[in-house]
């Protein structure tokens, strides 16, 4: 079970630790960021958040080995709130969310994430939950297929595609990763074939709606922000254009000054912005996307409260 975790030293950097901080990673993984944060903090303290099983189990081990001072919550970080409040933290000194789906939860086949290999169309991050990609590709009506496949896959031919699963699914359910993508790959021109796989996009759509992943993200950073001590830093690691929006318009949401009262000498306080956004948007280096080619896609954004 091999991750690489993207943007490493440019996360590690933007959170600004300071040793006796109290830090979270709500995408725990298999703690690649939470180690090299916990390694920081000598004096201070690490909530991390996952809600699959496996890299809880993995993490605990590897952060075993460098301190006793973390907790792991084996639970989506859209309960970021009210978990860390059960261990009585109102206010924290840094939040990294990386949006990114590991590389073992991509490689264990039976998982179902992944077009490349035969597997039971699954998708769940968390294990516990019922509602699995069979069910969207098997019981979705055609305009919810269409709709999911255009809003969070940003799929050209989603109509062709959805007729084609509907089409296929009257004869027999569709029971497979590889059925699926040999479907997909049947619903669309050749032209499209030669730009990426044609079942990319369609997966990653599947994948978003099966864990709610969008609305799920947009409600946690805004927790996220509320929970973060003055001068604390948000570090969010985005893979699609999606996230990244979201992740953008409320960073400006919460850094604009109102427009009532931007002319004004002196900003009354409850006019004042929550956070100023600490430098651009971060890529991975060409070095970065040569050794490990899934960061490609993936952008830093870095903000913190005032």
Do not use: W
């Amino acid at each position: 079970m091999k991750h690489i975790s993207v943007l490493l030293n440019e996360s590690i950097e933007g959170l600004n630790i300071k040793e006796s901080g109290i830090y979270v990673d709500c995408t725990l993984g298999f703690a690649g960021h939470s180690k090299e944060i916990l390694k920081r903090i000598t004096r201070g303290c690490l909530f991390a958040f996952d809600q699959d099983e496996i890299a809880v189990m993995e993490s605990k081990k590897t952060l075993s080995e460098i301190g006793n001072n973390f907790t792991i919550i084996n639970t989506n970080f859209v309960n970021l709130k009210q978990s860390l409040k059960e261990y009585n933290i109102s206010g924290v000194d840094g939040i990294l969310f990386d949006l990114g789906v590991s590389s073992p939860q991509l490689d264990v086949d039976e998982r179902g994430f992944s077009y490349h290999n035969d597997a039971p169309l699954d998708m769940r991050m968390d294990k516990r939950n019922k509602f699995t990609a069979y069910d969207v590709v098997n019981n979705y009506s055609l305009d919810e297929l269409i709709n999911i496949f255009f809003k969070y896959g940003e799929e050209e031919y989603a109509r062709s595609i959805a007729k084609k699963i509907i089409e296929q699914r009257n004869i027999k359910p569709i029971e497979t990763t590889l059925e699926l993508a040999e479907i997909i790959s049947n619903s669309v021109p050749a032209k499209r074939k030669r730009k990426s796989h044609p079942a990319k996009k369609v997966f990653q759509a599947i994948r978003i709606e099966v864990n709610k992943e969008l609305e799920v993200f947009e409600s946690a950073l805004k927790d996220a922000i509320e929970l973060l001590n003055p001068g604390g830093r948000i570090c969010v690691i985005t893979f699609h254009s999606l996230e990244d929006r979201i992740c953008k318009q409320i960073f400006k949401e919460y850094s604009d000054i109102d427009e009532k009262v931007k002319g004004l000498p002196v900003i009354p306080d409850e006019y004042k912005p929550t956070l100023k956004l600490v430098g651009k948007a971060i890529k991975p280096t060409k070095e970065e996307v040569e050794y490990n080619n899934r960061s490609r896609s993936a952008k830093l954004r870095i903000a913190e409260k005032i």
